[in-house]
């Protein structure tokens, strides 16, 4: 007898245990596909307001929104009560303006100063750190002739990547205070190790930006807002929250490092799956795919699944590689110096119950194993992934920040299909219910792979 629980999406099988289902389908002729909640989103950014200490939050939708897609993630975040947005460069501000996003967005880094007035004309609120482009920024504020333009003075407080160094902080104050077309919005820096609770570093890194703001009050550099808080700062640093945090990971429901998030619910918002292409029944001995790296230690069934290291499936997740508890999984085809075969991957879908079903039909929904055991789940919820010893796989190559639109820009075929957020308006012109991702998909997939079966 199946019972089905459309709140949870979870159904259990008679003799066999529980495993998610897709609540999608897979938009075009590969049946491997993202799924990216919108509700999720919204959630995850109200959860994080509602500890927050500070008055504003900016959710950062850089890299394409995290791999989710930056317009839609951009909507579901500010439905979910973000007061301004971020992005890295200057086109992707763009892209949310061209979707009629005008809520405030801070341009993260600064570009050649040759485009400053690109800046302008897309309505960005720029970060300045170089003499260089702050001065052009200010020539282009005034040939605009629009009043003071407000920037964000990024201050380096010990990250060592860009904001202006500590020697320099007193000039670089002093020139946007004496600049006739700019105004000082808000001074800003960021935390290197805020996911290491207990690293005296911190503490070190709150007190510089502490003294630089008082530096900036004693030469009468007035500014507006002060943020320093990224997800994890925003999470447990709540002594520092200031005007405005700033979380980037959480907002799509990843904790920055584990039990980071402590009362707080994040709800991860991507997942990544895909069907059965093909089943094969092994013998004990029998090995598989380039170099025969993997051999059945049993009589075994081998599942082929139509996703491979062109979606983004890291060599990480090789042989002795696990999702979900320890299931073992295998790559198929692990990446060479040669192309090899960019398509596909394995499953030892033995591991995934007492006994090796008989038969196993490709493409059924609900058939990954013997008993109705599973769907289609490929990476189930980001943070899901795991390593044989049940770690997270980060020693692998594999880090949480890289499993959201990380080092995998190639996956650009993995097509999402979005729900939710059609009640917010988040699809703004699409259809109530799923609405399907942009032609070329979502950007940059998660990394891993897994049948994800969880008892």
């Known amino acids: ?28 002729t590969r049946p491997t596909w993202a799924q990216i909640d919108l509700d999720a989103i919204a959630g995850n950014v109200a959860a994080l307001k509602a500890q927050a200490a500070a008055p504003a939050l900016m959710a950062v939708v850089k890299a394409d929104g995290y791999g989710h897609g930056a317009v839609p993630a951009a909507r579901a975040a500010l439905a979910g009560g ?31 100063p040759a485009h400053a007035v690109r800046v ?20 282009a504020a005034q040939d605009a002739g629009a009043g003071p333009l407000p920037v ?17 902080w007193e000039d670089a104050l002093r020139r946007v205070r004496n600049a006739e077309g700019l105004r000082l919005g808000a001074i800003w820096s960021h935390f290197a190790v805020a996911d290491e609770p207990h690293h005296p570093f911190i503490a070190h890194q709150a007190q510089e930006f502490a003294r630089a703001l008082e530096l900036a009050r004693s030469i009468g550099a007035d500014y507006e807002l002060a943020h320093l808080c990224n997800s994890a700062g925003t999470l447990h640093l709540h002594d520092h929250h200031y005007d405005m945090v700033r979380p980037g990971l959480a907002v799509y429901g990843l904790e920055p490092a584990p039990g980071l998030a402590g ?27 380039y170099g025969l790296r993997w051999t059945a230690a049993r009589d075994t069934v081998l599942g082929t699944v139509p996703a491979g290291y062109a979606d983004g499936v890291t060599r990480a997740l090789g042989v002795g590689a696990g999702v979900g508890g320890g299931r073992h999984l295998l790559p198929l085809e692990r990446l060479h110096p040669h192309p090899g075969e960019p398509d596909l991957a394995g499953v030892d879908l ?27 789940r490929l990476l189930g919820r980001v943070g899901d992934l795991r390593g044989a010893d049940g770690e997270q796989a980060e020693g692998r190559g594999v880090a949480r920040r890289e499993g959201v639109g990380g080092d995998v820009a190639h996956a650009r075929r993995l097509e999402g299909v979005f729900l939710g957020g059609a009640s917010a ?31």
């Open 82 to 112: 973000a007061e301004w947005l971020a992005v890295a460069l200057v086109e992707e501000g763009e892209e949310l303006r061209a979707a009629a996003i005008g809520a405030p967005t801070l341009l993260l880094t600064e570009p050649p």
């Open 425 to 455: 308006g988040v699809l703004a012109g699409g259809p109530e219910g799923p609405g399907h991702g942009r032609d070329h998909g979502i950007g940059q997939a998660p990394l891993g792979l897994g049948l994800v079966h969880q008892p």
């Open 350 to 376: 033995a591991t995934l119950a007492p006994a090796p079903p008989a038969e196993v039909e490709p493409h059924r929904p609900g058939q990954l194993g013997p008993a109705g055991l599973g769907h289609d």
């Open 120 to 139: 302008l004309a897309a309505e960005l609120t720029p970060t300045i750190y170089t003499p260089a482009f702050t001065d052009a920024l200010d020539a």
């Open 263 to 289: 009362d707080t619910t994040l709800t991860p918002a991507l997942s990544w799956w895909t069907r059965l292409s093909m089943v094969k029944h092994l013998a004990a001995g029998e090995a598989v795919s």
């Open 152 to 168: 964000h003075l990024k201050l380096d407080t010990g990250m060592r990547r860009v904001g202006v160094p500590q020697a320099d």
């Open 1 to 28: 007898m199946d019972t089905t629980t459309a709140a949870s999406t979870t159904r259990i099988v008679s003799g066999g245990n529980p495993s998610r289902y897709a609540r999608t389908e897979p938009p075009g």
